[in-house]
């Protein structure tokens, strides 16, 4: 190698046409087979921050490193150079035989004596050993353009990727949320949770609350997407990649109510996925659905599991406290959930025309119905007098029944705290009542009870903690026929 190519003050231009007419970039050197950086090392990396959109504003913004090899006749030279973003210049370079972490050094060293940049300038690299070695790095450092590296390290320690695995109605799918920044530092235990998948299974990859995702980890995605997973009948799912990250979001497994599994299941089975969805909603953990496609696949026809009766109070709305989507119930809604000839009209097509297996009477705690109904009793008013309104009484009165004036008037004078367990009381005997009469007025129902294929549940839930309690038959639910 000629010996003025070291540390040679040629100038930038020269590199500059040196590096395109070599076309320079990691592209060249996969040509050329000759590794110029190697990432298979122990050293921390830093995110990559550019995020691939290379469009900085202003010079001194960004700087990207990198280093390539040049074939001579004397064997191979590399090059390493540092380019300002903003036009595209080499800003600072350097030469060597060898690709040692003080050539990358050599060449900024040079870009910072040159273009003395301020605090906060972005510099990019490769992943390579050089770029992350503890010389570069500290250079990087003295010159304020650190890129954080325990940023990354934190983000992942602090949110590392999830697995769970959701019931969804059509079966098990392995969930696995990806951490805010997905690095090399992930590639591991993701590669392990999508190998942990079992043949034949559903997978969801979710980036939804994701902002970064390493290229390796996304060629490990579609790689496992195209090859690996369809070799073992796993079917993969995807949410929250956007379209900078070249893949679509699409969701492969079932998350509805179809005809095959509304035949199939039992009442009981029906409540306890009823059960399932409402411990998802408190804790938080609700399934991952496609809403659209939810809309897509049930325009032709709907096969809901249950019918759910409730309050049209808006902190009880059926389908998001019980975790479920479009077409999984039908939802009755009245003020004080009580029964009237409508209701009982909608609740038998739902079992007796459209196959619903499972009917939920359910009441609310803090009850503004109920506690109006109380209230009146206690103050011998009706709801016409008391409000104006001239259609409340129909409901008010069908609640009072499952209370009676002296009980009210007893209550009348407790504490605050005591008066809400009392009216909470009543709401739960307005939803015994409410099971009962419907058995008691709809022949239909009763058949279907009594021959076991549809079951009556009341149920209470409780607005200040998310919970849905299911009252009655130890902790089952179900109601005992009543004879019609
Ligand atoms: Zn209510």
Known sequence: MPSWWR???????????????????????????????????????????????????????????DITSIPTREGWLYLAAVEDLSARRVVGWAMAEHRESRLVVDALERAVQRRLPGEGLLSHSDRGSQYASAHYQAL????????????????????????????????????????????????????????EVPPGGHVLLDA?????????????????????????????????????????????????????????????????IL??????????????????????????????????????????????????GVGDIFSVRLAGNVISREVLGSIEYACAVAGAKLVVVMGHTRCGAVKAAVDLICAGQSAA?????????????????????????????????????????????????GVEELQRQSRVLARLVREGRVAVAGAMYDVTTGAIEFLADEGIGFSQPVAS
Request: hydrophobic share 40%; net charge neutral.
């Open 140 to 195: 990087l450092a003295r010159h304020g353009l650190v890129v954080s590296m325990s940023f990354i390290l934190w983000s992942n320690v602090r949110r590392p990727i999830r697995r769970i695995v959701e019931k969804h109605l059509g079966g098990d799918v392995v969930h696995i949320e990806l951490p805010n920044q997905v690095s090399f530092l992930n590639r591991a235990a993701l590669a392990l949770a999508l190998d």
């Open 275 to 324: 059960k399932d969805g409402n411990e998802r909603f408190r804790i938080g953990r609700q399934l991952t659905r496609d809403l659209g496609r939810q809309v897509e696949a049930t325009a032709a026809g709907q096969h809901p599991l249950a019918v759910v009766l409730s309050c049209i109070d808006s902190r009880t709305p059926a389908e998001l406290i019980f975790d479920l």
């Open 385 to 433: 007098e008391a409000t104006g309104c001239d259609h409340l009484d129909h409901i008010v009165e069908d609640v009072q029944r499952s209370v009676d004036r002296a009980a009210c008037l007893a209550a009348a004078h407790l504490p605050a705290a005591e008066k809400e367990t009392f009216v909470n009381g009543v709401a739960r005997r307005n939803v015994d009542r």
């Open 7 to 65: 540390g040679h003050a040629c100038c930038v231009n020269t590199v500059a046409k040196l590096m395109r007419d070599n076309d320079i970039r990691a592209k060249t050197a996969r040509k050329f087979r000759v590794r110029t950086t190697d990432s298979d090392h122990d050293l921390p990396v830093a995110d990559n921050r550019l995020d691939r959109r290379f469009d900085p504003p202003a010079a001194n913004d960004v700087w990207r490193a």
């Open 208 to 272: 939804r609350g994701t902002d970064y995702v390493d290229p390796d980890i996304l060629d490990l995605i579609r790689d496992f997407q195209e090859k690996t997973g369809p070799a073992r009948g796993v079917e993969v799912s995807l949410s929250g990649f956007r379209s900078k990250y070249q893949l679509e979001d699409q969701i492969q497994y079932i998350d509805y109510s179809t005809r095959d599994l509304q035949e199939a299941v039992t009442p009981a089975q029906v409540l306890q």
